[in-house]
């Protein structure tokens, strides 16, 4: 057995293990999937452990909701409209939609701000715009507690724009400020659909999902596979409830709507990352770094970088870039070792073990690169 093979085998009895151990317990959690990918490694190594409310045990083909890894092909999308000199990143979005649209949503101190908002203000979550999703509200419920006690809603993106003008307040007039935002991806959605003449759902299927032959992946509630199999979604826990077949996911469309697998979700980040979607340019805007999100997690032009040295100074890990989901979705790419990362734990709980296991995952690569 050659030394490379040697190695190989250790890292997936060593990912198998961790896993294993990581699907034990289920309060709040139903299991785990993960794939690691790397070309330059040899590895090719899926997992899938746990139970499924709607399919029994757990595989690691079940397609599962990716949430906020979502934004990545919204903002893919964007960019590509920009090279396409379909939009101008710079130039306000008040030229493609409507102003009554809009509403209060930029509304500051008073001022009407609409005049000026940008693509790349949205795309950066530098609008000012409110955030839906986890922002305060003026009055009445906030929207995760509405998902609980009205799940049977099914939610309208002009919906949700309403919902920030309506009952939430900007943070900032436009280039002024950072506040990571559901809405202001919300809107993008909405102009996609604008300039393409098209759903959203039908402009990533013919921009993204049918080039790269994601045949299992579509938006919830909005679109079907373009296999046609109606697979069940793997379990997802909010706030430790389970919300697989719940109206309430509609809630997250152009923000993390998007159903999709290991595999598939590997297939867009090879795509992505080797410049076959968007330009080395766009793809550098896309993860610019501009603005911390949490501690250790920066957002860019759409996109996530982690960087581990800032949650530990010793913690010497290369830097990734991808995207989280509030349902602990991981999808990131290791640039060093050529690696994709995938991983569902499928619950809002279960976010530091997620970043857990990423740890672990590229610790192993680091030390097979050596």
Do not use: C
Request: proline content about 4%; overall charge neutral; glycine content about 8%.
């Amino acid at each position: 057995m050659s030394k490379k093979s040697n190695s190989k085998d250790r890292a997936y009895a060593h990912f198998t293990k961790y896993f294993l151990k990581a699907s034990k317990i289920k309060k709040n959690y139903s299991g785990v999937q993960a794939h690691v990918y790397s070309p330059m490694l040899e590895l090719d190594w899926s997992f899938a452990e746990g139970s499924s409310k709607r399919a029994g045990k757990l595989t690691a083909g079940q397609p599962f909701h990716v949430a906020s890894i979502g934004k990545l092909f919204t903002a893919t999308i964007i960019y590509q409209l920009a090279e396409e000199q379909k939009i101008i990143l710079d130039a306000p979005i008040i030229k493609t939609i409507e102003r009554e649209l809009l509403g209060n949503l930029f509304v500051y101190n008073g001022v009407d701000h609409s005049d000026i908002v940008t693509y790349r203000h949205l795309l950066s979550h530098t609008s000012g715009i409110a955030d839906y999703f986890e922002g305060p509200v003026l009055d009445g419920e906030n929207m995760r507690t509405l998902l609980r006690t009205q799940s049977d809603k099914i939610w309208q993106p002009q919906d949700l724009l309403d919902f920030s003008s309506e009952r939430q307040v900007p943070v900032s007039a436009p280039g002024k400020g950072y506040l990571y935002s559901d809405t202001g991806f919300i809107l993008l959605g909405m102009l996609i659909e604008i300039v393409e003449g098209k759903s959203l759902e039908k402009a990533l299927e013919e921009r993204i999902f049918e080039p790269l032959s994601m045949t299992d992946s579509y938006m919830t509630m909005r679109s079907k596979p373009l296999s046609n199999h109606s697979l069940p979604i793997a379990d997802l826990w909010l706030e430790g409830e389970e919300f697989g077949d719940k109206n309430a996911l509609s809630v997250d469309w152009a923000g993390g709507g998007i159903i999709s697998t290991l595999d598939e979700l590997k297939k867009f980040s090879v795509a992505l990352h080797s410049g076959n979607l968007i330009s080395d340019r766009s793809l550098s805007e896309m993860f610019s770094n501009e603005n911390q999100f949490e501690k250790g997690i920066y957002t860019g032009g759409g996109g996530m970088t982690v960087r581990f040295n800032k949650f530990f100074p010793l913690l010497k890990l290369p830097l990734v870039r991808g995207h989280i989901g509030i349902l602990s979705t991981h999808l990131f790419y290791d640039p060093t070792s050529d690696t994709h990362i995938v991983l569902n734990f499928g619950s809002t709980s279960k976010m530091v073990p997620s970043f857990r296991a990423l740890i672990d995952i590229l610790s192993v690569i680091k030390r097979m690169k050596g």
